[in-house]
């Protein structure tokens, strides 16, 4: 298997073949996970801990679900009481972590680059649950897996994202990993919600959604993340829906065969018909879902891997 990270930061430093060997990877779990035994010793003797310093129901879970799945010793740390709420550092809380000797570090942080930070602090391989407006990158990983059995495919599709891309990490690790697969990738929504310099990523913007959506494969909703809104970006949510939620008549505009996507929560009414996000021959939003659990076990397993070469290449030594 051609997979020789430390760490799952981002799907910037990640190799095309890294990508399909998480998902190969993960498209055994999806079968795993479909059977009445749903356990693997795969993290065996390992400590995961759980550090979500936002709130995020469907993502902890995911990871917490995947890690028992794999046999793993599965902690969630409270932050919202935690000692960083007292005062603390992140460096002291990575230090703290250390003497606990956990062996997967599963973060999801407000801040850009708070990932990376405590990576660069602890003795174990840390996933990136989402940081800031950086990256989420088991998300798009999924949302590839996701694409991939939909389509049979990762590659030379015609893939339009959708709506709030200023504030969305989602995005971002969308955008690096199907254009490292070389797919069409088309960012559409409001001027005020797309930042500029996008085209320059090898990206086409469009600000109208029937013309962005034209003959497209794969059409990826956006949550609308009013809380990291610090100003008026949208004039109503109304608004908003007529022009940018995804309804029929606009999706019309894509292939008969496109399939509709969205990383949730959804707002219903706002970014998506209630219709559309509940069609079972064109939504794959609760694929997405099961394609999560799969992903994340993937890419825990393939860590655990090299943490394990790491600790055997250095017990080596010593008895060397």
């Known amino acids: 298997m051609a997979f020789r990270q430390k760490h799952l930061l981002g799907i910037e430093p990640l190799h095309p073949t890294e990508i399909t060997t998480i998902l190969d990877v993960a498209d ?3 079968d795993l996970n479909r059977q009445a035994n749903k356990h693997s010793d795969a993290l065996a003797g390992m400590t995961q801990i759980n550090m979500f310093f936002e709130n995020s129901t469907r993502t902890q879970s995911s990871f917490e679900l995947a ?3 794999l046999g793993a010793d599965v902690m969630n740390m409270a932050m919202q009481a935690s000692s960083i709420k ?3 550092t992140l460096i002291d809380t990575a230090l703290t972590l250390n003497a606990m000797h956990p062996d997967l570090l599963v973060v999801r942080h407000p801040h850009s680059g708070a990932v990376d930070l405590l990576a660069q602090k602890v003795n174990c391989a840390v996933l990136n649950a989402g940081d800031g407006r950086h990256e989420h990158p088991t998300q798009a990983l999924l949302d ?3 694409i991939r059995r939909a389509k049979g495919r990762l590659h030379r599709l015609s893939i339009a994202i959708c709506g709030d891309i200023a504030h969305s990490r989602v995005a971002r690790s969308n955008l690096i990993l199907l254009g490292k697969m070389e797919n069409r990738v088309r960012l559409v929504g409001p001027p005020t919600l797309i930042p500029a310099g996008m085209n320059e990523l090898g990206c086409e913007v469009y600000e109208d959604m029937e013309e962005g959506l034209k003959d497209v494969d794969v059409v990826m909703m956006l949550r ?12 109503s949510e109304r608004e908003y829906f007529h022009r940018y939620g995804l309804d029929a008549a606009k999706l019309a505009h894509a292939k008969d065969d496109a399939i509709v996507m969205h990383p949730g929560p959804m707002n219903r009414g706002v970014e998506i018909d209630g219709t559309i996000a509940d069609d079972i021959n064109r939504s794959v939003i609760q694929e997405q879902v099961e394609m999560g659990v799969a992903v994340r076990m993937a890419a825990m397993d393939l860590l655990a ?4 070469a790491e600790k055997a290449a250095a017990n080596t030594g010593v008895m060397a």
């Open 224 to 235: 609308l993340q009013k809380e990291r809104m610090d100003g008026g970006f949208i004039p």
């Open 144 to 146: 590839a897996l996701t």
């Open 67 to 69: 890690g028992k799945r």
């Open 28 to 30: 055994s779990y999806v």
């Open 305 to 308: 891997r090299n943490l394990r």
């Open 86 to 88: 007292k005062g603390e």
